[in-house]
């Protein structure tokens, strides 16, 4: 195919909305030379810089507001202070309610990872015509409002809490189905960007059981997508409120919220504490998560929009791959 | 625009000292190449010299770090892409995907403000040209790489532009219908006095459709001349090597000839100064005889291996200390097997000598 | 890894009598994850299904759905679906506009990185860390309150805006953008820059190629994200409980205050109703949606 490197959408050619201005300021004598396609690459710096000032103040006020509040004192006039940070950890219920938000995420990640990953590559392999129906049960979730489904999980963890266990972990139960949309999704692009068909029957003919293609090709392979995956999963879970309140479980958002019916400033500490948590996790993620230009474009478009990158790079790579 | 078909003649196009550096690598580095109205240029060059970004930059798809395109006579260097009515098939397969063949030609078309009709008619004409008219309600993802690449062809010769930028259009198709398809290509430019710019990397190619070819290394133009003059009068030792095989044998240079193992060859530059020299002879410029005696002599080996190619064949001789490629008809070099002891000549046509330091010379 | 990953589980698995087919035995391999999906999705779905149209002794009754027609959750369905409409349009096109913006710059860049972390946080931390967010802005004593306050002006302080149906549609707009932008950003990295320079090659303007190129291109998604949009905010609950402390101003308010009444008031019985209603409404939107997906898109295949 092109071996032309990727060039970023729109690079060099031009704006986006404002191009209709200058298409109609043809005709207006000879343009000076450099004019047309400069005036274009800056209308396009100024369309960006106004879309992340506005996003940038929407998005950042509220949280710069947060911590302006945590830091406030008891009463008006009083200096700032740093109480609320250091209650955080002085409150047992709620460091309790974040080791326990942690635990499910972890487990959460990992159950979808084995429950998901094998069946999406065992579907496309060998049972292809149950792609359509696993990708619509893995979307289902999407159209079942969580708060419609827990309605009807209430009766079901009743069952479980006398039976098996009243551990808050058995909610991960309930998490998996939440993420299995964007987990499906992110892992889907990652399949459909290696070409899985040609790479399991290359590891195949090398003599490679299920367990090694699994672990040795698949896994590698689209490692950028799985922990996008586990991205997904881990944010969801960490701002999960909704199944944990209504099924009576404390996780940490349900911790933030009973807190601060106590002590406003601590909980609005620990909520900022928390996104900036879950954004470095990510950032740093980020770094460490794309080590190639292979697998950054794993997240292409849905349907056949871009048809997907042929396996001969992913191929001559597991070639030369030690055995 | 129809009206205009047999009229407009093709414009000159010339770029001037262009220069173009992406984060530290110089892709184009000073190239300089003036198209005359009407006429077809094929360069060519190894992978990555910068051959698409010279395209590019005459296209207005990118711009120059310095240097300027002029489009008969008038700078047109910071226009934009839709601007310079210019055609242009891509590398890369560039069809729009949720259109069908028929529709991505008629596209241009309509963006010409070509009526609807006569839109149909010149979409249905174009993709007859390129021999797909049963193929005119596919999407691009139900065509083949070299349907689609007829396709982007027939989309671009429809809007009839004044210059016509083709980036390795053939690159993707079997040989049978890459030859025809050159030829078509060739005619209709000829036909509408298209000034085109052909980039490929298949020399042959270049040298069958182009008047003109230009070699390019490094972002820099190394020649330009007519397909004889590149082929048999190489300026530099890059163009030589680039354009055909080459056997490098060495030599000294003397008095405006250089002596290759006993034999006097004429130079083309013959203002070289003497010493020793490699030179660059041209498979088919070595002759083979049978060689009955056994003794060794400067230009007596064993044939190692014969390559049939059609209607030449080419013969590898082992000379004891190296091995010397022979281009010769087949029915010739069949009577050489592989094992032979055969006597070499070399014709005496002038011949290139590569140095450590060679300056590039200019022939046109 | 699956059963059936494993050649020695399935080779146990495999019946006396030879069909003639490997089908069945490869099906083995999707067992668990088709069980589990059965037991934690299909099972409360129906036990939501078989709860709304039963009274609490299990008495078969439509009733939960007459019931349905009082006007306080009549006002919350019209409420959910304007505050689920409204935000999932303007979220969706302000948060194209930024992935644009993002899909402009470098993309190893910081800038896109730290874009997209934080659009993964956001999008998925709605709930209290929101509510609070917004409490602690333009709430009656937030950031921007006191300040207006202190220049005089006590609109902010005094109004309970932000607990009715413009506030709600602000602050879902902070989970709505982000959730757009990781959604949309696929879809825009799709586009190739040739279809651009194709299109300016034979002569259109940017406009030509955002009307008739990139537009068409991608419309499918933009529309299956709005939709996405749609049903998060709509079946959004968190946000609303800690913003909201009483009353059922959205359905999903309703729904958890019908469940856990102390009073003993609770009518699950209602509430599945309620719950069965939402996955209607949202179904009713994504079959609409998949008919109209149908009809832009015919060249996907
Ligand atoms: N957008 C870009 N960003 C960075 N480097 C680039 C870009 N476009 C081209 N280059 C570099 O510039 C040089 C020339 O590239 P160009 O595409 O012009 O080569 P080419 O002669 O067309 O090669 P090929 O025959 O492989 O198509 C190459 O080294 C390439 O890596
Ligand atoms: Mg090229």
Known sequence: MSNLPPRSLGVGSGGLLLGHEAATSRGAGSPRPGSLMRTRRIKLQIFRGVVFLIMGLFFLVPIGAMFEFSTRGDTMTSPRTLEAWTAIIKVPELTDAISVSLQLAAITSIAMLVLLLPTMVWVRLRIPQLNRILEFICLLPLTVPAIALVVGMVPLYRWIGVNLSDSILTLSFAYLILVLPYTYRTLDAGLAAIDLKTLTEAARSLGAGWGTVMLRVVVPNMSSAILNACLLAVALVLGEFTMANLLNFENLQVAILYIGLVSASTSIAVAVASLVFAFVLLMILSYVGRPKDRVARAEEIPGSLVPSMTGVSVLAELVDQPK | MSEMRDTRAGIEVRLEDLRRSYAGVTALDGLSLTLAPGELVALLGPSGCGKTTAMRLVAGLEEANSGRVMFAGKEVTGLPANKRDVGMVFQAYSLFPHMTAHQNVAFGLSLHKVGPDERKRRAGEMLELVGLSAYANRYAHQLSGGQQQRVALARALAIQPTVLLLDEPLSALDAKVRSRLRDEIRRVQLEVGTTTLFVTHDQEEALAIADRVGVMNKGRLEQLGSPTVIYSRPATPFVAEFVGLTNRLDGVVRDGEVEVRGMRLPLVQPNAANGPATALVRPEAVALAADSENVPGPLIGTVIAVSFLGATSRVTVDLGDTTILAQLPTSEASAHPAGTRVRLAIRKDPVLIAREETAPAEVN | ?301
């Open chain 3, 1 to 301: 890894m699956t059963a059936a990953g494993n050649p020695a589980i399935s080779t146990a698995a495999r019946p006396p009598m030879r069909t003639g087919r490997r089908l069945p035995l490869a099906w083995l391999g999707v067992v668990p994850f088709f069980a589990y999906c059965g037991l934690f999705l299909l099972l409360p779905t129906l036990i939501i299904t078989g709860g709304s149209f039963a009274t609490k002794d299990g008495a078969f009754t439509l009733s939960n759905f007459t019931d349905i027609n009082q006007p306080y959750l009549v006002k919350a369905f019209l409420y959910s679906t304007i505050i689920a409409a409204v935000s999932a349009v303007v979220g969706a096109l302000a948060g194209a506009l930024l992935a644009y913006a993002v899909v402009t710059s470098n993309p190893r860049g910081i800038l896109r990185r730290s874009v997209t972390s934080a659009s993964g946080v956001l999008a998925q931390f709605g709930g209290v860390t929101l509510a609070f967010a917004f409490l602690a802005t333009v709430g009656q004593v937030g950031f921007i309150s006191e300040i207006l306050l202190q220049r005089g002006i006590d609109s902010l302080s005094r109004s309970t805006w932000l607990y009715e149906l413009p506030g709600l549609i602000l602050v879902y707009m902070y989970f709505q953008v982000p959730l757009m932008v990781i959604v949309f950003l696929p879809a825009l990295d799709g586009v190739r820059p040739q279809w651009r320079e194709a299109t300016e090659s034979l002569g259109g303007s940017t406009w030509h190629y955002w009307r008739y190129v990139a537009g068409p291109l991608l419309a499918p998604s933009f529309l299956g994200c709005t939709l996405l949009l749609f049903a998060n905010a709509f079946s959004a609950y968190a946000t609303a409980a800690a913003l909201v402390s009483q009353g059922s101003i959205i359905v999903p308010l309703a729904i958890s205050n019908l469940l856990t009444s102390e009073t003993g008031r609770a009518q699950p019985g209602l509430a599945q109703a309620l719950a069965l209603s939402m996955i209607i409404i949202v179904t009713v939107v994504t079959v609409l949606y998949s008919l109209l997906q149908r009809r832009t898109s015919r060249w996907l295949r």
